[in-house]
């Protein structure tokens, strides 16, 4: 890719490209930083740019009068069903061949209706479910987390539940719903451990989070932390299987209720690294 002078970059509205994010929202966190917070039991520690949250906020009023709310937006617009996503700024290289000749000009409007469940659809979200099944939606996060460039941030939106009874025992059924889940691919050596997150709170000073003010339960028993990572393994199985494991790193996560953007429309988040990136 040539090399772009930072210091030209326009400076616009709405969701950034690439170059904007270089040149006006550097990032705050490393990748091992980035995998710290995945793996503290606190997925409140990820954040976006406070300039760029304040760019979004300026944005979605705008949204919502044209769609008469944000889950409009996603619903009729954004998410498009069981196909690639051809609408973001910021491409993924899985998704080389779909980005549309000027995609600053994406089309106002979709023909993606939400469509009602059929009989047959699953009963959650399985590590074998196609793709361009009509029951997700993989998209580019238009509004990324701070993170390096080369690091791309994918939502996985699912009209079916990822959190659900057949994977979530009761034992652990309190800690999901306030802790999420998460997971790592693609990598021999384990995640950062949480004891080490306290050396990564300095990139957060801005946020004025302390080791105090974590939202995040105790460590189980071994029988529980086995239960707990057993409750994520359709959602790694499709992980692995989306970024093969021999080409990308990635981190995973599903954020508990408390943190939810859109109550009852669930996403993934993946955090995509190539490996020879790394």
Request: one cysteine or more; hydrophobic letters at 35%.
């Amino acid at each position: 890719m040539p090399a772009v002078d930072l210091t030209q970059v326009p400076l616009r509205i709405g969701p950034p490209t690439r170059e904007e994010l270089l040149a006006y929202y550097p990032a705050k966190f490393t990748w091992h930083q980035l995998k710290t917070f995945v793996n503290s039991g606190d997925l409140g520690l990820l954040k976006r740019d406070k300039a760029l949250q304040k760019r979004y906020d300026a944005w979605s009023p705008g949204i919502v009068k044209e769609h008469g709310s944000l889950v409009h937006y996603l619903i009729d617009h954004r998410l498009q069903w069981g196909k690639p996503d051809t609408l973001s700024l910021l491409p993924s290289a899985l998704d080389s061949d779909t980005r549309p000749k000027d995609a600053l000009t994406p089309p106002s409007k979709s023909n993606q209706p939400f469509p009602p469940l059929p009989p047959d659809a699953p009963e959650y979200f399985k590590a074998d479910i196609p793709v361009d099944s009509e029951f997700i939606s993989i998209i580019q996060n238009d509004w990324p987390y701070s993170v390096p460039i080369e690091i791309e941030h994918t939502l996985i939106w699912s009209r079916i539940p990822i959190f659900h009874p057949d994977l979530i025992p009761a034992e652990i059924d309190a800690r999901v719903q306030q802790d999420g889940l998460c997971g790592f691919t693609g990598n021999e050596e384990l995640p950062p451990s949480p004891s080490t997150l306290p050396e990564c709170l300095p990139a957060l000073a801005e946020w004025g989070i302390t080791m105090e003010n974590l939202v995040r339960s105790p460590r189980g028993s071994s029988e529980i932390e086995e239960m707990v990572r057993n409750a994520g393994r359709e959602i790694d199985g499709f992980v692995k299987r989306r970024w093969v494991e021999s080409e990308w790193e990635t981190a995973w996560f599903v954020n508990p209720p408390r943190l939810q953007s859109v109550r009852g429309l669930a996403h993934i988040h993946v955090f995509a690294k190539k490996k020879q990136c790394l």
